[in-house]
């Protein structure tokens, strides 16, 4: 399709194990967001890409979450030794130019048991 | 800081009935932008509007309309005559103007409107 997306769309994981989430942003966006939202609350912004800079980690949680986007297209979220807390849906946006609109992903949910 | 506030937590109308979405916003920038998204069953965050803090103009699409008001630091939204489709979680955002390499949205915590047929 031609919006943005996300995978898995729903994971489940054991405290403790490792995850990985996947962005495919819209071809050509310049700019590319993840946030994490928590049941009942608006999303929080964790992290900010231009290109294949990371601009902005300032909303990242700790220590133990970690982005990247390599060639300035595809995102990836990991989160290691995942925590109860980390449940949420992690939400991947993208924008064209540094000033536009941002296309935001389905999410993914991340349930840790 | 910045910080919005969506102090109604959950609207439930009947069918054609008029709803009134309040925000409030808190930002020490002078510039900013003002958003308004839509987020149905399915997740997906929908953009419907940006505003640019320079116009106040109010604005009108379809059965949406945004009142700016920038002497109380509100930007609402209403619906006209509502639809079972409107049923979503409508958040309000807030984000600098400059570009200083953080553009990050600042969410309110949403509105959940439930439109009863």
Request: aromatic letters at 12%.
């Amino acid at each position: 399709g031609a919006g943005v997306s996300q995978s898995p769309r729903y994971k489940v994981a054991k405290r403790g194990q490792d995850v990985a989430l996947r962005c495919d942003p819209i071809s050509g966006h310049v700019s590319l967001f993840w946030y994490q939202q928590a049941l009942g609350q608006g999303p929080e912004f964790l992290t900010y890409f231009q290109n294949e800079a990371q601009l902005d980690k300032s909303g990242l949680p700790s220590d133990r979450f970690f982005a990247e986007r390599p060639e300035g297209s595809v995102s990836t979220l990991k989160i290691q030794r995942t925590q109860q807390e980390d449940s949420a849906v992690y939400l991947c946006a993208s924008s064209p130019w540094v000033s536009g609109e941002l296309f935001f992903g389905e999410g993914s949910r991340l349930t840790v048991l | 800081a910045q910080k919005v506030t969506q102090a109604q937590t959950e609207i439930s109308v009947v069918e054609k009935e008029d709803v009134t979405l309040d925000c409030v916003y808190e930002t020490r920038d002078t510039t900013y932008y003002l958003f308004w998204y839509k987020q149905p069953p399915s997740g997906e965050l929908v953009f419907l509007i940006r505003r640019n803090s320079f116009d106040e103009q109010n604005e009108i699409s379809g059965r949406y309309s945004w009142n700016f008001q920038k002497s109380t630091s509100s930007f609402n939204f209403t619906i006209t005559a509502s639809q079972v489709v409107d049923s979503a979680v409508y958040f309000c955002a807030l984000s600098e103007a400059s570009d200083t390499g953080r553009r990050a949205l600042t969410f309110g915590s949403g509105t959940r409107l439930q439109v009863q047929p």
